[in-house]
């Protein structure tokens, strides 16, 4: 049954059954709210994370552009320690130091140390790669990755071979319980049936003795029953050593 209800916002609504905890169309634009704020709440962090990375970037290239503008040549002066000398430069255009040649004659031979030692590693290198020690090891190691390689193979060939195995046990032994259980089932059977020959034959057997020696129906009723228990412990016997 509906029940009338009022919303200063929205007017009288109906709400049926138990009440829902106010206005639907309040409860409507509340969850719409909720959902804008959320949205709003990404796109806000969407935007403050790019300015993050925008402000690093400015700040990286600021650096770098201020770095190159105080230190805008090839090597570093030796009285005010910035990267401002241009080759040969006589005088440092930042602190106006001049630059004796003795200054120049240092770096043309610590150029020329650096260039003699680049070339003898060089050589030594070229001499390693061309020497019978160099093939020497090139050959062992691809002998280890060879026998490496081998030997990751005959353990997955192991392993696979020990899975089919142990998978074939599995078949067996189910095969072996299932072939056992069968003849357990028909060895049940059996002496089930057997059983029941035993107890009927002695029921039979009891009444017939029963009838013939002592002529009477009482008598023939006792023979069943001794007939009977006797068959039946005949079958307990029989299904106990059998």
Known sequence: MA??????????????????????????????SENDNEKLLKKLSDISDQTVDNERVSREAAERIAYLSNN????ICPTCKMRSLKNDALRCPKCCADVTLDFWKNIRSNEKLAEDQKRHIEEARRKWLASPEY??????????KKLDFEAEAERQRIAADAEVERRKLIVE??????VAQSKNDDRRKSLGKTRMRLLLGGGVAGNVIGFIIFHNPIASVVGIIIG???????????????
């Open 135 to 144: 093939a020497e090891t090139l050959r062992q190691a691809t002998e280890r």
């Open 173 to 178: 032994a189910n095969v072996t319980r299932q």
């Open 3 to 32: 029940t009338t209800h009022y919303c200063n916002i929205h007017g009288e609504y109906n709400v049926y059954g138990e009440s829902s905890g106010g206005c639907p169309a309040c409860q409507n634009a509340t969850e719409r």
């Open 228 to 242: 009977v228990a006797l068959g039946r412990y005949l079958g307990i016997r029989f299904y106990k050593y059998d």
């Open 72 to 75: 805008p040549g090839d090597y």
